[in-house]
C-alpha cells in the first residue's frame, strides 16, 4: 500500500511538472524599452539587440552582448527579431523566453548571469536560458524575474544595459512595448 501512494504521487507530480510548461504561444517580436525611448532619445535607439559579433566563450558557453540601442526604424532587421515562446505559470499568469536563431541555424537565450550581466547565450545540450514573468500593464509590458530574494524587473539604462531592477511595477523604467 505504501509503494502505491508513493508512486501515485511520483505520477501526479510528473503530470503537475509537465502542466506548467506547456507552451501557449510563439510569436516573432521586437520589444522596445519605453522609459529609454521616452527619457533618452539622443543616446540611440531603444529596441533589444544581440551582437553576434561581440561574443566571448566563458565556461564552454559563446555569449553575445545583449543591449538596448537597436533604431526603432530598422525593427525588422533580424538582430532586433527574436521569438518569444510563452508559457503558462497559471491561468492568468504567464513565463516568456527571448530566443534568436542566426544565419547559420544557432539559437541563443536571454539569460541572466546576474543583475547587471544579461547576455544571449548560446543554446546547447547543458544549457539554460532564463525566463520572465510576463505581466501586461495598459498597452505596456513588464518582465519580472525572481533574483535571489528579490523579485526584479527587466530595464534598459541611458547606457544601452540590460539590467534587473528592484523597481516597483508601475515604474516607467520597467515597461516595454511589443512591435510585431
Not at 533589444?48 to 555569449?63: L, V
Amino acid at each position: 500500500m505504501e509503494f502505491r501512494g508513493i508512486l501515485l504521487a511520483a505520477v501526479c507530480v510528473c503530470f503537475l511538472a509537465c502542466v506548467q510548461v506547456e507552451v501557449t504561444s510563439t510569436s516573432i517580436i521586437s520589444l522596445s524599452s519605453f522609459w529609454r525611448q521616452q527619457s533618452c532619445p539622443n543616446s540611440g535607439g531603444s529596441l533589444i539587440t544581440i551582437s553576434t559579433d561581440q561574443c566571448t566563450s566563458t565556461s564552454g558557453h559563446r555569449r553575445c552582448e545583449a543591449k538596448c540601442n537597436g533604431r526603432t526604424t530598422a525593427y525588422k532587421d533580424k538582430g532586433t527579431r527574436f521569438t518569444m515562446i510563452e508559457t503558462s505559470i497559471t491561468k492568468k499568469r504567464k513565463a516568456v523566453q527571448l530566443m534568436y536563431t542566426d544565419n547559420q541555424n544557432t539559437r541563443f537565450a536571454l539569460k541572466v548571469i546576474n543583475a547587471t550581466n544579461i547576455v544571449f547565450e548560446e543554446q546547447t545540450n547543458n544549457s539554460t536560458s532564463s525566463s520572465f514573468e510576463q505581466i501586461k500593464k495598459g498597452k505596456h509590458y513588464l518582465y519580472k524575474r525572481q533574483h535571489g530574494t528579490d523579485n526584479m524587473c527587466l530595464i534598459c539604462g541611458c547606457d544601452g544595459k540590460l539590467s534587473l531592477s528592484s523597481k516597483s511595477n508601475n515604474d516607467r523604467h520597467c515597461f516595454f512595448c511589443k512591435l510585431r
